[in-house]
């Protein structure tokens, strides 16, 4: 099970049970939908898990990581009534009654992980609640306690636990781009576009609501590593862009492609980076402003592709150079002048080393196990 997780758009759908494909097909399905991942399929029955679903999920996992509890693998948790309805604030959470509903659903659902057609595992949510669904609040006791299922805390990635109350404020249309943002720690320089087709919303959102739905990220904005960020023109960018692109990968991926594009393309060693292959690079990163600059990204570069190559599964981990030298011709038209060692180009012209694991355009990426690959029980 080392390689199998979730994630928040895995089994939590960002619109409500309302209409659109997959609800329909859920209806028609005894209550069932599917989600397919790399090597396994995971199956949800009895409960269609909506945005909402997921917000409450996300109160329960932050009321322990508040508590110091998810460190010490404690899912346990206590909540008076008088806060239920409060604390769990939803669409579909407007009083305690309601809280105590969905807690329910959460724990009535049934999620299977599929390999090879085998079952590997079967969970719910919720492995425990005190209380069962009740039509009158005085019926509900004065403190209610709760168990999340401690399989699926560790199955489940949530890179951004210390900021669920901040996303919590968002739209439900923001809030599943940002989560998504910051779970695979992305960086300024993103396509809008590239991020919704890998959540996979469009293949489930009704119709009537897609452009709904574009509007709302077209007018994005939200904080992350102490910057603000804001779509622009079909872009994730930051509020300065300029000069950081040293340390932005999206940046790394696109410098990787044109130097991909040049080896592969006329078998050469020799590489230029110039005014005309660099235009759209200058639109979203904008210009290098010395060679100092180049050398860093290029560093950084080279860092990210010795890290595709890596083998995670030895005790050891190497650095290989992959230029031979990196000349910077200054002036009002810069141009650099990269030469390829002969590993560097085999590596880079048979895709050895690349960048796809960084890469949310990549067609693997975010299906199978990415950098960052934590639990949020011990992020």
């Not at 659903?105 to 719910?124: A, G, M, P, S, T």
């Not at 860092?303 to 083998?311: P, T, V, Y």
């Not at 230029?323 to 590596?347: D, R």
Request: charge should be neutral; include cysteine.
């Amino acid at each position: 099970m080392e390689n199998i997780f979730l994630e928040a758009y895995d089994v939590f759908k960002i619109y409500p049970s309302s209409g659109g494909k997959i609800y329909t097909d859920f209806l028609q399905n005894n209550k069932r939908y599917s989600i397919t991942r790399c090597y396994y399929n995971i199956v949800i029955d009895n409960v269609f898990l909506t945005y909402s679903h997921l917000l409450l999920y996300e109160e329960c996992l932050y009321i322990l990581h508040s508590q110091n509890k998810l460190i010490k693998g404690n899912f346990s948790f206590s909540i008076k009534k008088s806060e239920l309805a409060k604390k769990f604030k939803t669409d579909i959470t407007k009083s305690a009654i309601d809280t105590i509903k969905r807690l329910n659903e959460l724990e009535q659902v049934k999620i299977r992980i599929f390999v090879k057609d085998k079952i590997e595992k079967e969970l719910n949510i919720i492995e425990y609640i005190s209380v069962k669904n009740s039509d009158k609040y005085g019926d509900i006791p004065d403190e209610i306690q709760v168990r999340l299922n401690a399989e699926f805390v560790k199955l489940y990635r949530c890179a951004y636990l210390d900021k669920i109350e901040y996303l919590n404020e968002f739209s439900q249309e923001q809030g599943g781009f940002v989560r998504y943002f910051m779970q695979h720690e992305l960086d300024a320089g993103v396509k809008t576009s590239a991020v919704l087709d890998k959540m996979g919303v469009f293949e489930y959102v009704p119709f009537g609501r897609k452009k709904r739905f574009e509007h709302e990220i077209a007018n994005l904005s939200f904080f992350y590593k102490n910057e603000r960020h804001f779509v622009k023109d079909g872009y994730v960018l930051s509020g300065d862009n300029n000069g950081k692109f040293a340390k932005n990968q999206n940046a790394f991926i696109m410098l990787y492609n044109i130097i991909y594009e040049q080896a592969s393309k006329n078998y050469t060693k020799n590489i230029v980076l110039d005014e005309n292959n660099l235009v759209e690079y200058y639109k979203r990163f904008g210009m290098f402003s010395s060679a100092q600059s180049v050398f860093k990204s290029l560093n950084n570069l080279e860092l990210m592709l010795n890290r595709s190559i890596q083998n995670d599964e030895l005790d050891i981990e190497y650095f290989s150079r992959f230029f031979e030298s990196i000349v910077c011709k200054k002036g009002s038209n810069l141009k650099v002048f990269i030469e390829l060692n002969q590993k560097g180009f085999e590596h880079i012209i048979s895709r050895r080393a690349n960048l796809d694991a960084w890469d949310i355009d990549a067609a693997e990426y975010g299906i199978s196990t990415y950098p960052k690959n934590v639990s949020c029980v011990v992020n």
